[in-house]
C-alpha cells in the first residue's frame, strides 16, 4: 500500500471519529440553548396541549438518548433528518445552498491570491523599499480590521455613497464584489505577510546565491526557486481559509444576506431546528478535514522532504 493511499485512510479514519463527537457535541448544545421549536412552529399563544402534541410529533419528548440514536443511525445511512421548519429533508437545503459558498470562495481565493502572492513576493524581494513598506501596510491593515467592521464599511463606501455595487442579494457578477472583498482582504493581508516573510527567509539560503552565481536572472531566482519554498505556509493558509469559507462564512453571508450554506446555519440556529444545526455543523466539520487532508497532501508534493503520516 502506497504512502498517499494509507495516509488518506487514516485521515478518514481520523474525520470519522471526529465527526461522531462533534456530532454529539452539536446535538447537546443546540438542545441546552434556550428555546423550544415546537413554540416557534406553533402561533403565539398557542394552549400548552398543542405545544406537547407537537412536541411528540417532532420526537423531542423522547429521551435525549434515543433522539441521538435515531439521529446519528439516521445520518450513517445517509439520512440527514428533515428540517422542522422548512419541512423539506435536510441533505437537500444543504446542497440547494452549498453552490452559493462555493461559487463565492472560489472568486474570492482567485482574487485575493492574484493580489497577494506578487505583492509579497516583490515586498520580500525589495526590503526596505517604498512598495515594501505599502505592502506591509495593508498587511497590517487587512488583518487588524474585524470582518463586521469590513462588511459595514464596504457597504457604506461602494454601496450607499458610490452606488457602484447592491450591498445584499446573489445572481450577477456585482453581486460578488462586495462579500469578495469582505472575506477576501484579511485572507489577502495574510498571505502577502507569510510571503514577505518567507521571501525574506528564502532570499538569504546559500543555495539562492548559488544560482545567482550561475547567471540565473533575478526574475527565476525570484519565482522558481525562492518562492517555492516560501510556497508552504502559505498553501496551509489558504487551505484553512477555503475550509472555513466552506464550511460557512455566517457573518459574511449574513451581512450580504448570501444564499449561502453560512447564512442557513445562521437561521438554522436563530429557528431552533434541531436536525438541521446538527447536520450543518456535521457538514462543516467534515468539509474543514477534508480540504485540510488535501493541504497535507499538496504540501507534500511541494516540498518532497514532508512525508505523509
Excluded at 525570484?222 to 502559505?234: G, M, V
Amino acid at each position: 500500500m502506497s504512502n498517499l493511499l494509507r495516509f488518506v485512510l487514516k485521515r478518514l479514519g481520523m474525520t470519522f471519529i471526529i465527526l461522531i463527537f462533534v456530532s454529539i457535541i452539536a446535538f447537546a448544545l443546540i438542545r441546552i440553548a434556550p428555546g423550544n421549536p415546537a413554540m416557534l412552529i406553533l402561533p403565539d399563544g398557542a394552549p400548552e396541549e398543542a405545544i406537547k402534541a407537537m412536541e411528540v410529533k417532532l420526537g423531542l419528548d423522547q429521551p435525549l438518548y434515543v433522539q441521538y440514536w435515531k439521529y446519528i443511525s439516521g445520518v450513517l445511512k445517509g439520512d440527514l433528518g428533515t428540517s422542522i421548519i422548512y419541512k423539506i429533508p435536510v441533505r437537500d437545503l444543504i446542497f440547494q445552498r452549498l453552490p452559493a459558498t462555493f461559487k463565492l470562495t472560489i472568486v474570492t481565493m482567485v482574487v485575493c491570491l492574484i493580489i497577494s502572492i506578487p505583492l509579497g513576493i516583490i515586498a520580500g524581494s525589495r526590503q526596505g523599499t517604498l512598495v515594501d513598506f505599502l505592502a506591509t501596510m495593508f498587511a497590517l491593515l487587512g488583518q487588524s480590521m474585524s470582518t463586521v467592521w469590513m462588511g459595514i464599511l464596504v457597504i457604506y463606501i461602494f454601496s450607499v455613497k458610490l452606488n457602484l455595487f447592491p450591498s445584499m442579494g446573489y445572481g450577477t457578477a456585482k453581486h460578488y464584489v462586495l462579500p469578495a472583498i469582505t472575506l477576501g482582504y484579511p485572507v489577502a493581508a495574510q498571505v502577502t505577510r507569510m510571503g514577505r516573510s518567507g521571501m525574506i527567509d528564502v532570499l538569504k539560503e546559500d543555495y539562492i546565491t548559488a544560482t545567482y552565481a550561475k547567471g540565473i536572472s533575478k526574475f527565476m531566482v525570484y519565482t522558481k526557486y525562492a518562492f517555492k519554498n516560501a510556497l508552504i505556509p502559505i498553501v496551509t493558509i489558504v487551505g484553512m481559509q477555503i475550509g472555513t469559507y466552506l464550511a460557512g462564512a455566517v457573518v459574511v453571508e449574513t451581512i450580504f444576506a448570501w444564499p449561502g450554506f453560512g447564512q442557513l446555519i445562521f437561521q438554522a440556529v436563530g429557528t431552533r431546528d434541531y436536525p438541521l444545526v446538527q447536520s450543518c455543523l456535521l457538514v462543516s466539520a467534515a468539509l474543514f478535514a477534508i480540504v485540510n487532508m488535501l493541504v497535507d497532501i499538496l504540501n507534500s508534493f511541494i516540498d518532497p522532504r514532508i512525508t505523509l503520516q
